[in-house]
């Protein structure tokens, strides 16, 4: 399509679209930011500036009155108008969990030296791909803002993986097929669980899963190459070596990852 878009930002204020005054002043927000996170308001959309300044009200409405914040919960609010609506804005918090960025930005960070790891020991082609595991079936695993973020994530921290042996793993019921190195593709799941921000919460979690692999699953080991923890490890799995046994349609040169 040959559609003319208009590549200014159109910023509506807070007090161009009426906003109640927050209830109590929230905290500061620590500049500049390291993360940027991007949810959905679960609205219909809208494409005039009078329906999303309807929306925009409408949710700061509920956030305050049904979920009993100080304000709209948002620091900004993209419009299907072309235009972004000051939510908290610049300067001050926005409501998310006290811990949720750094959680986040320690999983990238690992996530990243893992694949940079594979790429040195040349089990993963230079010019590899990454695909979610949403793009292949139905699902949205592993959430489209962690797939954003990891494909633009370029923080330099040590790598911490911790060894089968470290996580006392179970042996694999049977031989796995061998991993065809170096791989091209690199297929990214989540594995439904709480998040763990501990190494011993991890270790719990990684343990857990092998087990309903194995258990319920009667496949023959866990069925990741490794997995990535919130408190920045990464875990092994079947490893650079063995083939992953989550993405049944795809060709044995994939490694899986879960996030």
């Known amino acids: 399509y040959n559609i003319a878009i208009n590549k200014k930002l159109r910023l509506v204020y807070r007090l161009q679209w009426l906003a109640q005054p927050p209830i109590e002043q929230p905290d500061p927000l620590k500049t500049p ?7 959905h308001t679960a609205t219909e959309p809208c494409y005039s500036l009078a329906q999303c300044i309807f ?23 993209v419009g299907g108008d072309g235009a972004a ?73 040590s790598l911490r993986i911790l060894s089968r042996i470290k996580w006392i793993a179970q042996p694999p019921t049977k031989v796995i097929p061998p991993l065809k190195t170096p791989v091209s593709l690199i297929v990214i799941h989540h594995t439904i669980t709480e998040s763990c921000t501990t190494e011993g919460a991890c270790i719990y979690i990684v343990r857990q899963i092998q087990q309903y692999h194995i258990e319920s699953r009667q496949l023959w080991d866990i069925s990741y190459n490794f997995l990535v923890g919130a408190d920045s490890r990464v875990y092994e799995a079947r490893g650079l070596e063995e083939r992953g046994a989550h993405t049944l349609i795809l060709t044995p040169r994939v490694l899986v990852l879960p996030s």
Do not use: C
């Open 85 to 157: 609506y000051e939510g908290r804005g610049w300067t001050q918090e926005a409501h998310t969990p006290s811990d949720i960025t750094t959680r986040a930005l320690e999983l990238i960070v690992a996530f990243n030296k893992l694949i940079e790891k594979g790429v040195e020991l040349n089990y993963i082609q230079k010019d590899y791909k990454i695909l979610a595991a949403r793009q292949l079936y139905g699902t949205e695993s592993p959430g489209t803002a962690f797939f954003n973020e990891i494909l633009t994530q370029s923080e330099t921290k």
């Open 55 to 77: 929306h925009v009200k409408t949710i700061q409405k509920y956030h305050i009155e049904s979920n009993h914040w100080w304000d709209i919960g948002y620091n900004f609010l």
């Open 33 to 39: 930011v390291a993360l940027v996170m991007v949810q």
